[in-house]
């Protein structure tokens, strides 16, 4: 059974950088595709990025585009999240998830069609 486990989570100041990572291990196969998903208090989990293992494609939420990158490390299967100029909005447990599904686009971002979930790390953005 895969199991994720992130990193790299903390306190920052707004404006200021972090890299999350979430390394997998029991895989016997690769992935479709990976993605972060974060929750801030009192509200759902949402979508922030998303990469097909290939690296072909990316994709990200509107509030996240252009501050984060996301990327994945094949041979060290490993999934990163570069997260720069940071906002107190930004504030939530940032979880990792795989799928083996494919998808496309929006389908990218659906969090029921992830089966694999790590246990979450914590970013605090202050202001």
């Known amino acids: 059974q895969v199991q994720l486990v992130e990193s790299g989570g903390g306190l920052v100041q707004a404006g200021g950088s972090l890299t999350l990572s979430c390394a997998a291990s029991?895989?016997?196969?690769?992935?479709?595709?990976m993605g972060w998903f974060r929750q801030a208090p009192g509200k759902e989990r949402e979508f922030v990025a998303a990469?097909?293992?290939?690296?072909?494609?990316?994709y990200y939420a509107g509030s996240v585009k252009g501050r984060f990158t996301i990327s994945r490390d094949y041979a060290k299967d490993t999934l990163y999240l570069q997260m720069n100029s940071l906002k107190p909005e930004d504030t939530a447990v940032y979880y990792c998830?795989?799928?083996?599904?494919?998808?496309?686009?929006?389908?990218?971002?659906?969090?029921?069609?992830?089966?694999?979930w790590g246990q979450g790390t914590q970013v605090t953005v202050s202001s």
């Open positions: 998830a795989g799928r083996s599904r494919g998808c496309s686009g929006y389908g990218c971002q659906i969090e029921a069609e992830y089966a694999s």
């Open positions: 029991g895989r016997t196969s690769s992935p479709y595709a």
């Open positions: 990469i097909k293992w290939s690296g072909v494609s990316t």
